[in-house]
């Protein structure tokens, strides 16, 4: 409805929302895969449209979701603390458990400090966004997560793109900031497991260039805390490089089976962080029961090794399994196990088809792929029993058949 006493403009700002009728074609064909309500813990096995089936799609890479431990805990300090904080870490919303979260991660991570916010997205958002002003440049792989390049679009400075992984051609583009003569910081910013290649950044090399050409190094390792490195410290541990990297950011939505992001520097840095992050000081913080959680998920990430073991002899079970049904399923080497389709629709009918057999995965398609690369994007947990995974593969290789993606 247009008010008719304002001047006539020549487009509406709704007019978008109007014309935009793509979501509505794919439900109308039955094929929309998105916002489906889950009506159980998400665990291995959901509950959709009271249907049982087996879970590929999360990022609940330890399988600590449903962890007696980590429920009694985020329930305890519920009871204990109450249900939200009410305000920022800044100001009334810190409280003991956040700090005491912030010092077991500084220490496990084996670097001075930590800051805790209050969700992954925001910690790249912050971080990013304050540390780099309007004379540094943001240098960032070109398959980066999307908080990564909103991060960068909040700061005020420039930048840059290099080809995925590419570390010929990340030199390439340093060599030309000196050549330009650019005088200003220069902050690269990677995702150490990249969501949804499930491929690791070559860290020796970026590392090695970043340091002739005076770059700092930050590295999202939201996919890889818990999953990779001896300890399950992610790809720095993984490469033998924790003092090479400057800043380690990760998640509490993937292994730690909460919710909230956290950056792991030198004292100085985080600092800083925490006295210039808008999304620090204006946001809400970390509620009890998310906080506790996440600080009994650490204490099993250290003292249960053979979760992150389970979790690899999935993985490699998936890698072989997918390849030899003759799926393309890239270039991971990690749990994200990407399964290559091509055309849009052809993946949201392969999605349907495996959901009603049993099997939820997550269909990707364009921005978030290149265009004619959209993927069903599925994930192994610890937990995953080799009947679950039997299972996920009989599945795929009779409807890949039927479907003719194999
Ligand atoms: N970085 C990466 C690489 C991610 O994959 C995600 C979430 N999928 C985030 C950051 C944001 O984390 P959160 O969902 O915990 O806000």
Redesign the pocket.
């Known amino acids: 409805m247009t008010p008719d006493n304002i001047v006539n403009t020549k487009t509406d700002l709704f007019d978008k929302c109007f014309s935009f009728t793509r979501a509505d074609e794919v439900k109308a064909a039955g094929l929309y895969p998105y916002f489906q309500p889950i009506s159980s813990a998400p665990g291995n096995e959901v509950t959709i449209n009271g249907k049982k089936v087996i879970m590929i799609g999360s990022?609940n890479y330890l399988g600590l979701t449903d962890d007696p431990r980590v429920k009694e805990a985020a329930a305890e300090a519920a009871r204990e603390y109450g249900s939200g904080c009410t305000g920022s870490r800044y100001l009334n919303g810190t409280l003991d458990l956040h700090v005491q979260l912030e010092e077991e991660l500084a220490k496990f991570f084996k670097r001075e400090a930590a800051l805790v916010f209050s969700?992954?997205?925001?910690?790249?958002l912050g971080t990013i966004s304050c540390l780099v002003g309007r004379n540094d440049v943001l240098v960032i792989d070109r398959s980066?997560?999307?908080?990564?390049v909103d991060g960068c679009r909040l700061s005020f400075g420039k930048t840059l793109k290099f080809g995925h992984n590419d570390m010929d051609d990340y030199e390439h583009v340093l060599k030309n900031l000196t050549n330009n003569g650019h005088k200003g910081g220069i902050l690269t910013v990677v995702?150490?497991?990249?969501?949804m290649e499930g491929d690791i950044i070559n860290l020796p090399k970026l590392v090695e260039v970043s340091k002739r050409y005076g770059a700092r190094v930050m590295v999202?390792?939201?996919?890889s805390v818990g999953v990779l490195g001896k300890g399950g410290r992610g790809t720095p541990e993984h490469f033998d490089l924790i003092d090479q990297v400057d800043i380690q950011?990760g998640?509490?939505?993937?292994s730690f089976a909460s919710?909230?992001?956290f950056i792991v520097a030198d004292a100085k840095i985080i600092n800083f962080v925490k006295h210039f992050s808008r999304e620090l000081i204006f946001s809400a913080s970390l509620p009890p029961s998310a906080t506790a959680a996440v600080l009994k998920a650490l204490e099993i990430i250290r003292t249960e090794p053979e979760r992150r073991e389970q979790l690899w002899k999935n993985t490699r079970k998936m890698h072989e399994g997918f390849r030899s049904l003759g799926y393309d399923i890239g270039e991971t080497q990690t749990p994200i196990v990407p399964v290559l389709v091509g055309e849009d629709l052809d993946t949201f009918k392969f999605w349907k088809a495996l959901l009603d057999n049993g099997v939820f995965t997550n269909p990707i398609i364009s921005p978030a792929v290149a265009p004619g690369m959209a993927l069903l994007r599925t994930s192994y947990t610890a937990t995953h029993t080799d009947e679950h995974l039997d299972r996920v593969l009989d599945v795929f290789a009779t409807i890949g058949r039927k479907l003719k993606i194999i």
């Not at 980066?144 to 990564?148: L, Q, T």
């Not at 995702?191 to 969501?195: E, K, Q, W």
């Not at 999202?220 to 996919?223: G, S």
């Open positions: 990022n969700t992954g997205f925001q910690s790249n980066d997560h999307a908080s990564i995702d150490g497991v990249f969501s999202d390792d939201a996919h950011m998640t509490f939505s993937k919710i909230g992001g």
